[in-house]
T-cell receptor, first 113, second 109 residues
Framework: GAVVSQHPSRVICKSGTSVKIECRSL??????MFWYRQFPKQSLMLMAT?????????EQGVEKDKFLINHASLTLSTLTVTSAHPEDSSFYIC?????????FGPGTRLTVT | GIQVEQSPPDLILQEGANSTLRCNFS?????LQWFHQNPWGQLINLFY???GTKQNGRLSATTVATERYSLLYISSSQTTDSGVYFC???????????FGTGTSLTVIP
């Protein structure tokens, strides 16, 4: 149990385009999901909290108009990177809570050319 | 915000050796988890341990919440233990997890 999936696992896009990343809790419901990004050789940085049926809460310094989050159901949250630029290239990871524990998806590696 | 520091940042072990990884945090927490990140980036849950001691095979963990630290013990290390180990904490104000700086472990045969 407690499986979280992400799609796609890897994406390459051109500068200026938008990319959508999906995060699904496969065998449980999650009213809250979280999005993180990880640069090479660094730790995970929390970007935002995705709340089912309401607006996401963004960490300080994260542009909410650039990183659009939608949590339309209890098993799906999406992160859209709008007008992507090379500096947005990173590893994006989502998580969902079951009880007190967090379970993480396998991550999406975004490369913007 | 809360600061989470891990030590050592890098560790190289001979196969079969034991090790202790440390996680210090700057504020009260209500949750703490240890993860192993494999070479493909997947985070593997090791322990949910806001306090006390737990053991799972060759791994064990101890959290002393009142002194704001947690320890992860790896015994009889194997090459498959290589990777980055993170602790992550959640404060009393929410369920967001804040990650430590990580320990990169390399086990050589």
């Amino acid at each position: 149990g407690a499986v979280v999936s992400q799609h796609p696992s890897r994406v390459i896009c051109k500068s200026g385009t938008s990319v959508k990343i999906e995060c699904r809790s496969l065998d449980f419901q999650a009213t809250t999901m979280f999005w993180y990004r990880q640069f090479p050789k660094q730790s995970l940085m929390l970007m935002a909290t995705s709340n089912e049926g309401s607006k996401a809460t963004y960490e300080q310094g994260v542009e909410k108009d650039k990183f659009l989050i939608n949590h339309a159901s209890l098993t799906l949250s999406t992160l859209t990177v709008t007008s992507a630029h090379p500096e947005d290239s990173s590893f994006y990871i989502c998580s969902a809570g079951l009880g007190a524990e967090q379970y993480f998806g396998p991550g999406t590696r975004l490369t913007v050319t | 915000g809360i600061q989470v520091e891990q030590s050592p940042p890098d560790l190289i072990l001979q196969e079969g050796a034991n090790s202790t990884l440390r996680c210090n945090f700057s504020d009260s927490v209500n949750n703490l988890q240890w993860f192993h990140q494999n070479p493909w980036g997947q985070l593997i849950n090791l322990f949910y341990i806001p306090s006390g001691t737990k053991q799972n095979g060759r791994l064990s963990a101890t959290t002393v919440a009142t002194e704001r630290y947690s320890l992860l013990y790896i015994s009889s290390s194997q090459t498959t233990d290589s990777g980055v180990y993170f602790c992550a904490v959640s404060t009393n104000t929410g369920n967001q997890f804040y990650f430590g700086t990580g320990t990169s472990l390399t086990v050589i045969p």
